[in-house]
């Protein structure tokens, strides 16, 4: 969780530049920047709703929102193609209720339900983290 004094900072940071290159962030860069972070936010989201359905049903499942937002991740490679064959492969780890994932080194890594709703709460921090930011940054941008 952000703390007031992270709040602090980033403002900090942002009156720097300002005052470095003499104008304000381009309210456009800013609405780019937080359209990728929602998109890479909420296909996080997905794929763990998706991982938790597909361990309690044992069966792969993926919500239709994933499914949209894992084309939009492929169409503007947000997310390299390796780590998508990752989140693919713990689809079927999770349909199959394995207790481990593999990576393509053949390295192995705990996986199991604990780890899906892990990996949830952490994407709801990194999410309202991430509100926070939004509102400082397009408190300092310009029109």
């Known amino acids: 969780m952000l703390t007031q004094r992270d709040i602090y900072e980033l403002k900090r940071v942002i009156k720097e530049y300002n005052e470095r290159t003499g104008s304000r962030i381009k309210r456009s860069d800013i609405d780019a920047l937080i359209r990728t972070v929602e998109i890479v936010n909420e296909y996080y989201y997905e794929l763990g709703q ?8 044992k069966s792969k499942f993926t919500t239709g929102n994933f499914d949209k937002l894992l084309t939009l991740v492929k169409k503007y490679e947000i997310r390299k193609p390796e780590k998508i064959g ?15 994932v593999q990576d393509e080194q053949g390295r192995k890594f705990e996986f199991g339900r604990e780890m899906i709703l892990k990996k949830l709460r952490e994407n709801e921090i990194s999410r309202n983290n991430f509100d926070q930011i939004k509102k400082v940054l397009y408190a300092d941008s310009d029109q």
């Open 50 to 57: 998706s991982l938790l359905t597909s361990w309690d049903t």
């Open 86 to 100: 990752m989140d693919l492969a713990c689809l079927d780890a999770a349909a199959r209720n394995q207790n481990y």
